[in-house]
């Protein structure tokens, strides 16, 4: 047989999986899409207690698999063989409950996007298997019941994943980040706060076990949301796509969790990012120019048609909760613990400031009048908590607070909702700014207002919004719409498809970018509380559907049921899943840093991404680390357009009453007469 080849040189994405078995061992055969380039991976199956996983340093050619896998099957033929090959996409994770290890297989998947050449998956159905083959169990019920919980975690629902693209991790860090600091302190090559599968990982693919190759097995699976639809700007494709990651920190249901634990958790913690981009290329990167004419040079120039704009919601940040047990639909609100240093927030706030720098605006939604105090009680709390720790921060990096009771405002019809909230979203994309890849268009140049610079580098984000109401559903994602709706407008001007960043309501492009964000939101509140959104972004413009009321009923006792009796067992399968233990309860937060006044760390407050840094890792990324076509490019392959996912996805074109006449009208103009036209003008600072 002839010698394995040796590693060489480029990446290795391993997106296509095979299992064999016999007595003693799993081999799992990993190859590449062009089937070239092939690793095993074997699993020890005679020790139950300890989970032993061995990797082949070779990679082998097709031919040279083939060669081993036929000595493995003679080798075992006493034993039956190596068994029927069993094909998956990948290895989630491993887990053990009270006795062996058990291996979570990636059985079916589905595309939900496409990014740069990087196709990003959905997992349709996932498979639990034995590792050890004769496995003993001392207490069979409990083991049934823990792999019980387990299963009820439904892995077939929001659960994503990709094999070339870092799904954890947001647009601007993954292209400009720079290759040697793509590491966490564990090890870790992804984001693992939004890695749902960190806990099945450690043992296998952890620093424990030396020797596995991480960026080969490891995938990160991402709980949330994916959605992708294409705008058709008469002629010209710009995909826009949203992505909603769960927090793994202190998850769970509703009413179980809430405010924030001792770590500076919070509950119902997602980030979302809206990315904005036209695909001329498909890669992040544009072919090499042409020498002379001739032929091409080496350098590739990153593509300047990628942008992105990060949000961010999550709980109040105290200790609050809430008693269900009278079964009242709307619980009482009791502050749990008073920490007059708001030790648990500081610690939440300078996280943020460690993920995501300077400025933090924060948004707070609830209610401030009631007849009987519920959510005002919070309001004050919250207001007394930021108004303590910014006093300590250094001018220019306090954080900037607004609270605005939005329900009041809706129902006394003292304020237009949506016009209140664009003014905010305004101020806080002028402030925080969003990712641009490349400069601005040249016609942006040639314009005649002298006051409006032209922006010849790329546009960078730094700081984040902060939006939050009592469950961080209805009224925030009403809110994140907004601010994603004037973050659309930026985008598209940015990538020179409109000649202003100001977007009319009731046009193709934002009805489009409604009904994602109307998915986006009823995804994160079935996975929060168990039921779809109740206000929709309708009902805040005062322009409810006809059958809205009933469906608000409908929806208002779902979440009380689904609440009052399922709950429990909700939290112990999210418990279990993550590898939580019960004890893990504590309230007191244990004090960081030098004092209660220096709560924050000086360094977070610098900004995360410096220009000249952030340039060079964006050209770093196009030379090394953006080769879309291990995966994505397929010449031998026939493909039909129909079955070609850039092809089949939502677009424009496919909203209800559309017909292939409509390819030739602009999608931002308003179809009727809106109710709220934008009054704003485009932001200085962000072409500045």
């Given at each position: 047989m002839p010698g394995p080849l040796q590693p060489n040189k480029g990446p290795l994405s391993l997106n296509k999986f095979v299992l064999y078995e016999n007595r003693s061992r799993f081999y799992v055969v990993a190859s590449n899409t062009s089937d070239s380039r092939h690793r095993m991976l074997k699993i020890d199956r005679t020790v139950q207690e300890e989970l032993t996983i061995m990797e082949d340093d070779a990679i082998y050619s097709g031919k040279q698999m083939s060669n081993v896998l036929k000595m493995l099957e003679d080798g075992n033929k006493s034993a039956g063989g190596l068994g029927k090959a069993r094909v998956f996409f990948g290895i989630a994770g491993f887990i053990r409950f009270t006795a062996g290890w058990y291996m979570v297989l990636i059985a079916k998947r589905s595309v939900v996007a496409l990014i740069g050449g990087h196709y990003l998956y959905h997992v349709?159905?996932?498979?639990?298997?034995?590792?050890?083959?004769?496995?003993?169990?001392?207490?069979?019920?409990?083991?049934?019941?823990?792999?019980n919980a387990f299963k009820q975690v439904d892995m077939s629902k929001n659960f994503y994943f990709s094999y070339t693209y870092d799904l954890t991790s947001t647009?601007?860090?993954?292209?400009t980040r720079r290759s040697q600091i793509h590491v966490t302190a564990e090890g870790w090559t992804f984001n693992d706060r939004f890695a749902w599968n960190h806990h099945m990982l450690q043992e296998a693919f952890g620093k424990r076990a030396q020797g596995v190759g991480k960026s080969h097995w490891v995938l990160p699976l991402v709980h949330g949301h994916v959605d992708q639809a294409k705008l058709t700007v008469l002629g010209r494709v710009v995909f826009v796509t949203l992505i909603a990651r769960r927090s793994r920190h202190f998850a769970g249901a509703r009413y179980l969790k809430r405010g924030v634990n001792a770590q500076g958790n919070v509950a119902n913690e997602v980030e979302t990012e809206q990315i904005v981009f036209e695909a001329l290329t498909t890669p992040f990167y544009y072919p090499p120019p042409r020498s002379g004419g001739k032929e091409r040079t080496s350098e590739r120039s990153p593509s300047p048609h990628y942008t992105s704009y990060v949000q961010y919601r999550g709980s109040i940040p105290?200790?609050?909760t809430q008693d269900t047990t009278n079964m009242n639909p709307k619980p009482p609100i009791e502050i749990t613990v008073v920490d007059p240093f708001y030790t648990a927030a500081s610690l939440h706030f300078d996280n943020l400031?460690?993920?995501?720098?300077?400025?933090?605006?924060?948004?707070?939604?609830?209610?401030?009048?009631?007849?009987?105090?519920?959510?005002?009680?919070?309001?004050?709390?919250?207001?007394?908590?930021?108004?303590?720790?910014?006093?300590?921060?250094?001018?220019?990096?306090?954080?900037?607070?607004?609270?605005?009771?939005?329900?009041?405002?809706?129902?006394?019809?003292?304020?237009?909702?949506?016009?209140?909230?664009e003014d905010i979203a305004e101020e806080s994309i002028h402030m925080t700014g969003f990712f641009h890849s490349g400069p601005e268009p040249y016609s942006h140049n040639l314009r005649s207002e002298p006051d409006l610079l032209y922006r010849d580098t790329i546009l960078l984000q730094n700081g984040i919004c902060r939006t939050n109401c009592v469950d961080c559903l209805d009224r925030t994602n009403a809110a994140q719409f907004v601010f994603g709706k004037r973050a659309l407008g930026h985008q598209l001007y940015a990538l020179g498809v409109v000649d202003s960043p100001n977007l009319a309501f009731d046009s193709d492009a934002v009805n489009m970018l409604t009904e994602m964000y109307h998915d986006h939101g009823d995804t994160i509140a079935l996975q929060y509380t168990g039921s779809a959104l109740v206000n929709r972004v309708e009902n805040y413009r005062r322009m409810p559907h006809w059958n809205s009321h009933s469906r608000d009923i409908i929806e208002n006792l779902r979440r009380f049921y689904t609440n009052s009796m399922l709950d429990a067992d909700k939290q112990t399968a999210i418990d279990v899943f993550l590898g939580i233990q019960p004890p893990e309860r504590g309230l007191i937060p244990e004090c960081r840093g030098k004092s209660y006044r220096d709560w924050f760390h000086p360094e977070y407050l610098e900004p995360i991404f410096v220009l000249p840094d952030c340039d060079q890792g964006l050209k770093e990324f196009a030379q090394t680390r953006s080769d879309f076509w291990i995966e994505y490019y397929r010449p031998l392959l026939f493909t039909s357009l129909g079955k070609h996912f850039a092809y089949s996805m939502n677009s424009t074109l496919k909203l209800p009453g559309k017909t292939a006449r409509d390819a030739n009208e602009s999608p931002f103009l308003p179809r009727h007469n809106a109710v709220h036209q934008p009054r704003y003008s485009l932001c200085p600072a962000i072409q500045a």
């Open positions: 349709e159905h996932a498979d639990v298997i034995p590792v050890c083959f004769n496995q003993k169990i001392e207490k069979p019920a409990e083991e049934q019941r823990l792999l647009l601007q860090c993954n292209l105290v200790f609050w400031f460690k993920r995501y720098g300077a400025p933090i605006m924060i948004l707070n939604l609830i209610k401030w009048r009631e007849p009987q105090p519920r959510e005002s009680k919070l309001l004050y709390e919250y207001g007394e908590c930021v108004s303590y720790l910014n006093q300590f921060l250094p001018p220019g990096k306090k954080m900037e607070y607004r609270a605005w009771d939005m329900s009041r405002a809706y129902k006394e019809k003292t304020q237009d909702v949506i016009s209140y909230l």
